[in-house]
């Protein structure tokens, strides 16, 4: 796993603890040494610590003109033992709607396993951000069926046509505007 890093390709064009709006802002992160750890395998030294022991992430990309973020994943989302929601939610997705983030792009191709509880922090986020949505890329079947048996596809847009997307081949507006245009499709507007 210490090999898996985060997306690149779009540092030129934003980087999180460069951004006094992040919530990350100011986090420094060692180009040499690996500290963070999943269940006892060392994981890439660029991913940011959320305060759980299994779930780590990177904010991509963040606009606040248009209020959408990008955030990309790595680990084990585990909500039964870990309350991995409660540490995404109060440390990085609250800090962000409150600077008018409405519309979050979760990517979770290095998400490995998904454990759930219930589904309350979930739904509180899907109430905060009333006239946006949630939309999950490249999960995994598997986690996605698990997130499903939670209730949670009543918060998170996912499957489907999202399912189909190279998202990595896109600019972070370009991106957005595909996924916000499948999701309105979706919505029947």
């Known amino acids: 796993m210490h090999d898996i890093e985060p997306f690149y390709n779009w540092i030129e064009k934003y980087v999180a603890s460069e951004d006094p709006r992040s919530p990350l802002f100011g986090a420094e992160?060692?180009?040499?040494?690996?500290?963070?750890?999943?269940?006892?395998?060392?994981?890439?030294?660029?991913?940011?610590?959320?305060?759980?022991?299994?779930?780590?992430?990177?904010?991509?990309?963040?606009?606040?003109?248009?209020?959408?973020?990008?955030i990309e994943f790595i680990g084990e989302w585990n909500d039964?033992?870990?309350?991995?929601?409660?540490?995404?939610k109060r440390n990085i997705v609250d800090p962000?709607?409150?600077?008018?983030?409405?519309?979050?792009?979760?990517?979770g191709e290095n998400v490995f396993n998904f454990h759930g509880s219930d589904d309350s922090y979930y739904e509180e986020w899907f109430e905060d951000i009333e006239e946006g949505w949630i939309a999950a890329l490249g999960f995994r079947d598997f986690v996605l069926s698990e997130m499903r048996n939670y209730?949670?596809?009543?918060?998170?847009?996912?499957?489907?046509?999202?399912?189909?997307?190279?998202?990595?081949?896109?600019?972070?507006?370009?991106?957005?505007?595909?996924?916000?245009s499948l999701i309105q499709k979706r919505l029947g507007q």
């Open 29 to 70: 992160n060692s180009l040499t040494y690996y500290t963070n750890t999943i269940y006892g395998y060392y994981i890439h030294p660029q991913w940011d610590d959320i305060e759980s022991e299994t779930l780590f992430l990177k904010i991509l990309y963040a606009d606040y003109d248009l209020g959408f973020t990008v």
């Open 80 to 88: 039964a033992l870990n309350n991995d929601i409660m540490s995404l």
């Open 96 to 107: 962000l709607v409150s600077e008018g983030i409405k519309y979050f792009i979760l990517i």
């Open 151 to 180: 209730n949670l596809d009543s918060y998170i847009n996912s499957g489907g046509n999202l399912e189909d997307i190279y998202w990595r081949t896109f600019t972070p507006k370009r991106l957005f505007a595909l996924v916000n």
